[in-house]
């Protein structure tokens, strides 16, 4: 029986980054995968600088298109567009860019195994094994958890989850006129459910549009949908792909590791908690466990994302409950030159949340947003009685 150093569970963008991490360095690396590539995967597909920064030496990504303009409305209303001199956002097709990621990761050497599901772990001081859905067991000296947060993995470290999100997306070709419409530009939406918002992400010959807001609303969502794909007048354009997922993000002190299981990417809940950007932290969170393997120091996986990811996703959380409590103050904010130079400044991966939050007028405006009665908060303390 072989006893490989390291089994991936999952070859998305965080599995793939792991594998590549510690193939590259030699150790005897395995990825399996429950389907196979390439495959469709329900995401915006919106890489942030951060993103392109963490497989610049990888790859070279399979842009669908690049964004320099990008228009914000409040449901439908109080429109308004900005233009930066070079692009905000790339985007990709999920088959394309992990397929490349795929590529990358076999060229470093590690072995894939798709069509493979993992039914069961079990692990102890030597080691872990992995129980497949058709009987066989593998063997492996470390696991890292990349198939996503209601996976078997994160169930077995027990990840907790602070926000979970549920987000529909369509997947719509478009004729000629809408794709020149719509190339090189983004809309977002603010919409009317708590925290909400939609999206329109131009790929070429087709569109993504979906929408995203808390879980448990769920009729609301759908039919914020609904209302957005009419307003884009796209109602009656077949969709390739109608599809639905929920987001996780963890609580802060939830567990990244159990013994010789360490979860990266969405099975970590590692994510951006106001966007629920995800690919950047999977990336990095990937390539953070597949070094920690390969030094041979699983601790020091949690203490790098305790120093490098947390942050961010602490000002998240932040700005989330901002953006919930005042949606028209935040469309109105990002109206303004120094709210466009932060949107654009995340986006190109030249700050994150967490540093341009802790600058002192930023700090200031936002205590004083804080301080403000919070009219959601009142409405839902009326419904209450």
């Known amino acids: 029986m072989i006893v490989w150093d390291l089994v991936v569970v999952g070859a998305g963008p965080a599995g793939l980054s792991a594998a590549h991490a510690a193939a590259r360095v030699g150790l005897r690396t395995l990825v399996v995968e429950r389907a196979a590539h390439p495959r469709y995967k329900t995401c915006g597909g919106g890489l942030i600088g951060t993103s392109l920064a963490a497989v610049r030496d990888r790859i070279e990504v399979p842009a669908a298109d690049r964004v320099d303009r990008v228009t914000f409305t409040r449901d439908g209303r109080r429109e308004f567009t900005r233009r930066n001199g070079s692009p905000v956002l790339t985007m990709v097709r999920r088959e394309e860019f992990d397929d490349r990621l795929r590529a990358a990761a076999v060229a470093a050497g590690a072995q894939m195994r798709e069509r493979v599901a993992v039914r069961a772990i079990e692990q102890d001081p030597e080691g872990v094994r992995l129980r497949l859905a058709d009987g066989t067991t593998l063997t492996s000296r470390v696991v890292i958890g990349a198939d996503g947060s209601s996976g078997v993995t994160a169930r077995h470290v027990g990840v907790r989850y602070r926000q979970v999100d549920l987000g529909l997306e369509l997947e719509v070709p478009v004729p000629p006129a809408e ?207």
């Open 179 to 385: 794709q020149e419409r719509w190339r090189g530009r983004l809309l977002l939406d603010w919409g009317v459910l708590p925290g909400s918002y939609a999206w329109v992400f131009p790929k070429g010959d087709r569109l993504t549009v979906g929408v995203i807001a808390g879980r448990g609303a769920g009729e609301g969502t759908r039919a914020y949908l609904r209302e957005f794909v009419d307003r884009l007048g796209l109602t009656g354009l077949p969709a390739e792909h109608d599809s639905g997922h929920l987001t996780r993000c963890r609580e802060e002190d939830s567990p990244l590791r159990r013994g010789r299981v360490l979860v990266v990417g969405d099975a970590a809940g590692l994510l951006e908690p106001w966007s629920r950007e995800g690919i950047s932290f999977a990336l990095r969170s990937g390539e953070l466990a597949g070094a920690a393997v390969a030094d041979g120091d699983l601790a020091g996986y949690e203490r790098a994302v305790a120093e490098r990811l947390v942050p961010s996703m602490r000002a998240g959380f932040r700005l989330l409950d901002l953006f919930t409590a005042r949606p028209t103050v935040f469309h109105a904010l990002l109206a303004t030159p120094p709210g466009w130079r932060m949107f654009v400044r995340f986006c190109q991966g030249r700050a994150g949340f967490d540093e341009m939050m802790d600058r002192r007028p930023v700090r200031v405006a936002l205590a004083a947003l804080e301080r403000l009665p919070n009219p959601r908060r009142a409405q839902l303390a009326d419904a209450r009685g």
